[in-house]
Each structure stands twice: as C-alpha cells, then as structure tokens.
C-alpha cells in the first residue's frame, strides 16, 4: 500500500524558534491532509490541500504542497507553548473505493521555554 | 453540533477475551472509520462504513471486525484479544469519507 514517510520524527526547538516537518510519498498523492494531537489528545484537522504547488496560511503555520503533488511541509513561524503536539500528515483519500488516511509516523514538537 | 463520542475511554482486558467499542458520529455523518494508534506502529486505518456498508478495510487480521447501524453509529470488535491489541483506537467520522476526518477522544484499549 501507499506510503506517507515524515521527518523529522522528533523536533527540540526553544520557544520562538521556526519549525518545519515534512512528508514525501512515493507516489502522486490526490490531496495531503495535515492534523495536530496535542500529548493526551485526538487528531485535530488543520487543512487540507489539494493543488500542485498550493500554499495556504493559517496565522503563524505555513503549508505547501509540492509540485508534483509527492510532497507537502508544514511550516511554523515564531512556535509558542501551546504549538507542542504531534503533527501528522495523510494521503487523502482519492476516492472510488480509496484506502482510509494513511498517516505518516509525525512529527513530535517539543518546546523548551 | 456534538462531537464524535467513543465509549468507553478505557478498558482493560485479559488475552483471549473479546471487546466491542462504540463511536457516535457527529450528527449528519454518514461516514465512520476506524484507527489503531501505538507508539511503534502509528496511526493505521483498520477500516471504514459508509451508509452501514464496509466500504474500506486496513491491513488488519480477521479478529478485528465492525459494523455500522442505520444511524451510523458503529461498533467495532475485537476477538480473542493479544497484548499486542494494546492501543488508542480511535474513531473518526466525516460528511462522506473524502474530506476532512474529525476524530472522537479515542478508547485506551489494554490487554493484560
């Protein structure tokens, strides 16, 4: 099956410092959904993206798509306390009968103040 | 609008036993599905109902089996449990299975 491979599987950053986590696929993938679960939590949606080379901006965070539509990176500018979590991206479904999300491993975020 | 709703949260099992778990949609979604998570394997979809029809199944032994009802609630079972069944399963529910997927507090399954 499909898979979505995420680095870095752990990123140490002091508090006001940029983040980026990045996905890669093997293969063209229809659209790339980006989700957050913070410790003790649930997957959270954040986007979702569907055009080759898009771009989308959610406040401080920065998503891309790739040309190719095989990669994607979320981009975090400035982090704060409340951005530490795990963030996952996943193949979206293409539907017609599509596997579920395939989820990376993610990206865990940890903040030192 | 209520969110997804799994029950119970926890549970702690005995190999060789057998689990249900239940997940409540948020209202209007006709789309459930289901995912293991540990800290070794990830997140991994185990499978997904749409209009009580299994419409997606994940790389998952026969042991692991659900259904969904005609109000789109879905239960999923687990039998004869094994300590590798340990996990957070999650539910997540969606308008119909190709957008955005919004998932349930999850059950902490244990199996000692």
């Known amino acids: 099956g499909q898979q979505v491979m995420q680095i870095p599987q752990y990123q140490h950053v002091q508090e006001g410092e940029d983040f980026t986590t990045y996905c890669n696929s093997s293969?063209?993938?229809?659209?790339i959904q980006w989700y957050k679960q913070r410790p003790g939590g649930h997957p959270v949606f954040l986007i979702q993206?569907?055009?080759?080379?898009e771009v989308k901006k959610q406040k401080r965070l920065t998503f891309q798509f790739g040309e190719a539509k095989k990669n994607s990176s979320l981009h975090i500018t400035a982090t704060q306390t409340t951005d530490v979590g795990t963030y996952f991206c996943?193949?979206?479904?293409?539907?017609?009968?599509?596997?579920?999300?395939?989820f990376g491993k993610g990206t865990h975020l940890i903040i030192q103040p | 609008k209520a969110g997804v709703t799994q029950t119970p949260r926890y549970l702690i099992k005995t190999r060789g036993q057998q689990v249900t778990l239940s997940c409540s949609p948020i209202?209007?979604?006709?789309?459930v599905s289901w995912y293991q998570q540990t800290p070794g394997q990830g997140l991994q979809f185990l499978f997904e109902?749409?209009?009580?029809?299994?419409?997606n199944k994940g790389n998952f032994p026969g042991r692991f089996s659900g259904r969904q009802f005609s109000n789109s609630r879905s239960e999923m079972n687990v039998s004869t449990l094994e300590l590798g069944d340990s996990a957070l399963y999650l539910c997540a529910s969606s308008n119909n299975g190709r957008t955005e997927a919004f998932f349930g507090q999850g059950t902490r399954l244990t199996v000692v």
């Open positions: 109902y749409f209009s009580e029809t299994q419409r």
């Open positions: 996943a193949d979206g479904r293409t539907g017609g009968g599509a596997d579920g999300l395939t």
């Open positions: 993206l569907v055009k080759s080379g």
């Open positions: 293969t063209t993938l229809s659209n």
């Open positions: 209202s209007g979604h006709r789309s």
